[in-house]
């Protein structure tokens, strides 16, 4: 991407890593609830200019205002390129900071500390199953939760309902690509955990030591083919009574609390 002719190469940079850092969400009342949600900071607040006078608005831009954000107001054609989703932005969107929000590629090369474990979500699709995996991980105290941009749902309002809130404080870690973050993972050092119901090793037993990314697949066709191959491990999670899988949201919670009992 090209930096505006307005801006200076250096003060775009520093721009858009200030940006890149923010979690922006869209809707009247998920952008207020945001807003008022605890160590939430709004970095920029979105209006379209098109908005008729609402007393949810008045309330939306005092709150923003009041934590020093940036009020920018825009074409409805401009702002549905902010928010990605036109018919659901309701004219408004905001870039905030919250205490989790992290970009991956900020963080590399990512050192593993002995016991670290992360998790990394393929191809959830479903919104509130996103949005419970997101709040079970955050709940068994998960260090990282690798979210991709491309191969599955994206956070949106109904991710962050079925979260109860969750997004705001979990630790998020954006990239674009799964793969390509995986296998650089990989490369500082990080174990490839598959969850695998034919696996022959249980997520249960003893487990050598080492940092792990445990990768969840999505609903239908679980772990794509191209994580598969980056894969050093399969875990399974034993089952009675005929069942067969669990729900993602489960699954991750299992994962999460097994972690932390294992450091």
């Known amino acids: 991407m090209n930096a505006p002719p307005e801006l200076p190469t250096d003060r775009y940079q520093q721009r858009k890593s200030r940006f890149g850092r923010c979690l922006t969400v869209y809707g009247r009342k998920t952008v207020l609830e945001a807003l008022q949600a605890e160590g939430v900071a709004c970095e920029r607040l979105h209006l379209a200019k098109s908005n008729k006078p609402a007393a949810l608005l008045d309330e939306i831009e005092a709150l923003a205002r009041a934590q020093g954000a940036e009020i920018v107001r825009h074409e409805r054609a401009e702002l549905a390129r902010i928010s990605r989703h036109a018919r659901e932005d309701q004219g408004v969107a905001a870039d905030l900071r919250t205490p989790g929000y992290r970009q991956l590629a900020e963080l590399m090369p990512l050192a593993p500390a002995a016991g670290a474990a992360l998790l990394a979500v393929d191809g959830v699709t479903n919104p509130q199953n996103l949005g419970m995996l997101i709040r079970s991980a955050a709940a068994g105290g998960c260090q990282g939760i690798v979210l991709p941009r491309r191969g599955g ?54 487990l050598e030591d080492g940092a792990r990314v445990f990768v969840l697949g999505g609903e239908t066709a679980g ?33 999460a609390f097994r972690a932390r009992l294992g450091r």
Do not use: Y
């Not at 980056?230 to 729900?247: C, F, K, T, W």
């Open 153 to 206: 749902c994206d956070i949106c309002p109904l991710v962050i309902k079925a979260s109860a809130g969750t997004v705001f404080r979990a630790p998020l870690l954006r990239c674009d690509s799964l793969p390509e973050a995986l296998a650089q993972l990989r490369g500082c050092g990080w174990k490839i955990s598959i969850l695998d119901g034919h696996a022959r090793r249980s997520l249960f037993d003893p």
């Open 223 to 255: 772990v794509s083919p191209a994580v598969r191959e980056l894969a050093d491990e399969h875990l399974r999670i034993p089952m009675a009574n005929g069942v067969e899988s669990l729900n993602v949201a489960v699954t991750a919670a299992l994962v």
